[in-house]
């Protein structure tokens, strides 16, 4: 396991020059490196920009041995291909005769797909039971990859019909089609995976787990925001024998309010053995 930091800023020459003595290179300008927090030039940068060190860092992450994924019951995952927005992006009042209700005036890419649960000016919407398709401009690029998640709802993900027929249909994990924005037809080269369940254990979520903790008493409810250092937090209790599958907790800032989706470990390994690409994996404390 080896934890990571993204630093960014807006460089000139003499952050060019003395930061190439520590070993990080930087163009003029802005410009991001990443450093490591087992090196011993993370000291160092952490020294040149004093104090404000956090204020340079935009990402913080963790990188996974295969024997760490291999080893943990189930893993949280994290979409590193994205298929484009959801349609419509925005509400098109020239278009339209009569506005969306709230919140959909808002969200409009989320009107007939998902119920609402709550609303809020402050968080945003709360999105209850699928009840639609989601919408994409058209059939997505997926160059080498074969799963990933859209923009504005990263907890939804999406594959091939060969990976689904492959991989997820043998465990009994449905699927939701994908329409085409527009003529509203089926696309034909992505399905959206829809989860088995929520689990049926809450999490075991620390404040060194992460960097800000809401409680948002109109709904009754706490988000989290994760600082992605070491591994995710672990369940309570056994969440149940599903393969995919989503956290009873939220997590996002602002209006974003999404769950954290699973695999279990047998999914995990049929993924690597049939070469799926676009996921991150991030295991729990074997």
Request: proline content about 5%; hydrophobic content about 30%.
């Amino acid at each position: 396991m080896r934890i990571n930091y993204r630093f960014f800023g807006n460089f000139d020459r003499k952050d060019v020059l003395e930061l190439k003595q520590i070993g990080i290179i930087v163009d003029t300008g802005c410009d991001a490196f990443v450093v490591y927090e087992d090196e011993e030039k993370f000291e160092l940068v952490k020294k040149y920009f004093g104090d404000n060190w956090k204020e340079k860092v935009t990402l913080t992450d963790t990188e996974f041995t295969e024997k760490e994924r291999g080893s943990s019951s189930f893993l949280s995952i994290e979409a590193t291909k994205i298929l484009g927005y959801p349609q419509p992006e925005e509400w098109d009042e020239d278009e339209s005769e009569h506005e969306p209700p709230y919140p959909f005036n808002i969200y409009p890419y989320f009107e007939n797909v998902f119920e609402v649960t709550n609303t809020s000016h402050d968080y945003g919407m709360l999105r209850g039971k699928q009840i639609g398709s989601f919408s994409l401009l058209g059939e997505p690029k997926w160059n080498k990859s074969n799963v990933g998640s859209i923009f504005w709802c990263e907890d939804a993900f999406f594959t091939t019909p060969d990976v689904y027929k492959m991989v997820f249909a043998p465990l009994g994990i449905k699927y939701q089609t994908v329409l085409g924005y527009g003529n509203q037809k089926p696309l034909t080269t992505v399905v959206q995976l829809l989860s088995q369940s929520i689990s049926n254990s809450k999490l075991i979520i620390n404040e060194e787990h992460t960097n800000m903790i809401e409680d948002i008493s109109e709904w009754s409810m706490k988000k989290y925001v994760l600082n992605n250092k070491g591994f995710f937090p672990s369940f309570e209790n056994h969440p149940g024998n599903y393969d995919l599958f989503v956290s009873q907790e939220y997590f996002g800032s602002g209006g974003i309010n999404e769950k954290t989706v699973f695999i279990s470990q047998k999914l995990y390994q049929l993924l690597k053995k049939n070469g799926a690409k676009g996921l991150k994996y991030y295991p729990q404390q074997p």
